[in-house]
């Protein structure tokens, strides 16, 4: 539900209304609901993210075999868009009706049959895939509105075939151009997840998965002027036994 997702760079330079990217606490969370915000968020404009692919999730895609792939929060499609192109069996699940219908006309632009790729249009905190998948990622799932992030995180793991896969990205300090950037450290309004932090989240019984990457990567990408800026990524790469 694009609750991530700074993909890259922005279409557009960020308005008052981008979503900021650190892990507000409880009480600093605007009484708004997910499905309203997000669906505000994307209706309120032509486009909101790039249409490029998020590299990590292309860099791990490329070195396991296609099969089924799920993207948790797929925002206008382009991680799910490379998968389909890529010999993969994908399904993207957006909270954002209009984010799905610009995904599915993207895929549908690009000529992508309705049998290797789709979109779903569902809040994740209750949408149950009804199947399991190869690979299952979750990229820039921050919220600037309540979202039960970690309970979503837990199901995503059920949603993972046995062998299969379950990246998780997320930002690891916020971009360069972000007022959080400016803001003095410790407060818990501004805390991104460790690797380690996720992984304690997600409470897998270590005889059922294994870790293949926790650690933090750096990336550039253009700030919203077009400038290039260093991002720092927390990405955690299971594999279920």
Same mark, same amino acid.
């Given at each position: 539900?694009s609750t991530h997702r700074h993909r890259e760079a922005p279409a557009s330079p960020p308005?008052?209304?981008?979503?900021? *990217?650190?892990?507000?606490?409880?009480?600093? +969370?605007?009484? %708004?609901?997910?499905?309203?915000? +997000?669906?505000?968020?994307?209706?309120?404009?032509?486009?909101?993210w790039s249409g490029r692919a998020n590299r990590t999730v292309t860099d791990v895609a490329?070195?396991? *075999? #296609?099969?089924?792939?799920?993207?948790?929060?797929?925002?206008?499609?382009?991680? %799910?868009? +490379? =998968?389909?192109?890529?010999?993969?069996?994908?399904?993207?699940?957006?909270? @954002?009706?209009?984010?799905?219908?610009?995904?599915?006309?993207?895929?549908?632009? /690009?000529? /992508?049959?309705? &049998?290797?790729?789709?979109?779903?249009?569902?809040? !994740?905190? @209750?949408? *149950? $895939?009804?199947?399991?998948?190869?690979?299952?990622?979750?990229?820039?799932?921050? @919220? #600037?509105?309540?979202?039960?992030? &970690?309970?979503?995180?837990?199901?995503?793991?059920?949603?993972?075939?046995?062998?299969?896969? !379950?990246?998780? %990205?997320?930002?690891?300090?916020?971009?360069? +151009?972000?007022?959080?950037?400016?803001?003095?450290?410790?407060?818990?309004?501004?805390?991104? #997840?460790?690797?380690?932090?996720? =992984?304690?989240?997600?409470? =897998?019984? #270590?005889?059922d998965w294994s870790t293949a990457v926790a650690e933090i990567r750096s990336r550039t $990408?253009?700030?919203?002027?077009?400038?290039?800026?260093? =991002? &720092?990524?927390?990405?955690?790469? /299971?594999?279920?036994?």
């Open positions: 539900m308005t008052a209304s981008s979503p900021p *990217t650190a892990r507000p606490r409880e009480e600093d +969370w605007p009484d %708004v609901a997910a499905a309203d915000f +997000w669906e505000e968020r994307y209706a309120g404009s032509d486009q909101v490329a070195g396991l *075999t #296609p099969g089924r792939a799920l993207d948790l929060g797929c925002g206008e499609g382009a991680d %799910v868009i +490379w =998968l389909a192109r890529h010999g993969w069996d994908a399904t993207g699940v957006d909270i @954002s009706p209009t984010a799905v219908r610009r995904a599915t006309a993207a895929a549908e632009t /690009l000529g /992508l049959a309705a &049998e290797v790729i789709r979109f779903h249009a569902a809040d !994740l905190s @209750s949408w *149950t $895939a009804g199947r399991q998948y190869d690979l299952v990622t979750a990229s820039f799932l921050h @919220s #600037p509105v309540q979202l039960p992030r &970690e309970a979503i995180l837990r199901r995503a793991a059920e949603f993972v075939a046995p062998g299969g896969h !379950l990246l998780v %990205v997320a930002h690891a300090a916020p971009p360069p +151009w972000s007022t959080h950037a400016h803001e003095h450290e410790g407060g818990p309004a501004h805390q991104f #997840p460790t690797p380690q932090e996720e =992984l304690d989240v997600l409470a =897998l019984d #270590p005889t $990408a253009a700030d919203p002027d077009g400038h290039e800026a260093v =991002l &720092e990524d927390s990405v955690l790469l /299971l594999r279920r036994r």
